[in-house]
């Protein structure tokens, strides 16, 4: 089955840290680009980050650029987010999402992982 699966969200108080990861299955994820993508309550979709198949390059939203970092285990077939330093502003559902032809399109998303920063 062809599927992203979000876990480790939760409740946090500011200043605090989550690492969040996204199972694969389905399809050949070493191959694959991978997004995380947040909805904040009310508000659109944000993208957070992208990182290639081998995870040679890596981008960041300038709202989480030096607090978040994007990884994977290849080996695993896992996505992971690492936020730390968390701000209230932070608050949304997270989905990873895998990178279509273009970065910025989407073949697959995840259900997503709902992260609440408050005190």
């Known amino acids: 089955q062809v599927q992203l699966v979000e876990s480790g969200g939760g409740l946090v108080q500011p200043g605090g840290s989550l690492r969040l990861s996204c199972a694969a299955s389905?399809?050949?994820?070493?191959?694959?680009?991978m997004s995380w993508v947040r909805q904040a309550p009310g508000k659109g979709l944000e993208w957070v980050s992208d990182?290639?198949?081998?995870?040679?390059?890596?981008w960041y939203a300038d709202s989480v650029k030096g607090r978040f970092t994007i990884s994977r285990d290849n080996a695993k077939n896992t996505l992971y987010l690492q936020m730390d330093s968390l701000k209230p502003e932070d608050t949304a559902l997270y989905y990873c999402?895998?990178?279509?032809?273009?970065?910025?399109?989407?073949?697959?998303w995840g259900q997503g992982t709902q992260v609440t920063v408050s005190s």
């Open positions: 999402a895998r990178v279509g032809d273009y970065r910025g399109t989407y073949l697959l």
């Open positions: 389905g399809f050949i994820f070493s191959n694959a680009y």
């Open positions: 990182i290639t198949n081998r995870g040679r390059s890596i």
